[in-house]
């Protein structure tokens, strides 16, 4: 495997549900991040974690948990969703530390469905 | 805080004709921006970025981007489009130093005729 990847890459579930999302990168990098994309609305940062250290959470809802054990592997937790909450959710990673305009490389996706 | 514009949410051009994607930003220090592309059912790919080094950056697959200060404007051209590069298209910008914070524009819609 390269770059990043996400499982699953399609996913539906009701709003009583609890599933999991998984990014891992093959990069060596040491920041990950999760975006929402959604239908006619700029992507959306969601979560951002710095050497395994989450540094960022743009005042998403409690029913989206993140877990990133190591520098490679990112999950985001998810339980009773919203239908508003359908969207494809990104993750991308990128060198680590601060200051510096690392770009940021993104996987596929995970396309969820919430019913 | 830095952002940024993307003017046009929907571009169309002819197959060989100039593609010109615009983005304005606004920023209160020397910007870093960045443009990506997404194909349909696939995750963001950086085409090029700009770092404060040469104006002119040139990126992948022939595309180019011009920093311009007296606009803010970072637009993004090709001289000839393919059919190959009818995609959506993203200007972003790093808003914080601190921890990598990229904020994107809302996107273009890049339709290529025959």
């Known amino acids: 495997e390269t770059g990043v990847t996400q499982t699953p890459r399609h996913l539906v579930m009701g709003m009583t549900n609890k599933k999991s999302l998984k990014c891992e990168q093959h990069?060596?990098?040491?920041?990950m991040y999760w975006y929402k994309q959604s239908a006619k609305k700029p992507l959306e940062l969601m979560f951002v974690y710095n050497f395994k250290e989450q540094t960022e959470n743009n005042s998403v809802p409690s029913r989206f948990s993140p877990e990133c054990p190591n520098s490679s592997h990112l999950f985001l937790h998810l339980h009773t969703l919203q239908p508003e909450d359908s969207a494809l959710y990104l993750c991308?990673?990128?060198?680590?530390?601060?200051?510096?305009?690392?770009?940021?490389?993104f996987g596929p996706g995970t396309r969820l469905t919430v019913t | 805080a830095q952002s940024v514009t993307q003017l046009g949410s929907h571009v169309s051009v002819s197959e060989g004709a100039l593609v010109l994607l615009r983005c304005n930003y606004s920023?209160?220090?020397?910007?870093?921006l960045f443009w990506y592309v997404q194909y349909p059912n696939q995750g963001l790919q950086l085409l090029l970025k700009?770092?404060?080094?040469?104006?002119l950056v040139k990126g992948i697959n022939g595309f180019e981007a011009e920093f311009k200060k007296s606009e803010t404007s970072f637009h993004l051209t090709k001289p000839s489009a393919h059919m190959s590069d009818a995609a959506e298209y993203f200007c972003?910008?790093?808003?914080?130093?601190?921890?990598?914070?990229?904020?994107f524009g809302a996107g273009t819609r890049l339709t290529v005729k025959p």
């Open positions: 700009y770092t404060s080094a040469a104006t």
């Open positions: 920023s209160s220090v020397p910007p870093y």
């Open positions: 991308a990673s990128s060198q680590g530390g601060t200051g510096q305009p690392y770009e940021q490389y």
């Open positions: 990069l060596g990098h040491n920041a």
């Open positions: 972003a910008v790093l808003h914080s130093y601190n921890n990598n914070d990229m904020r």
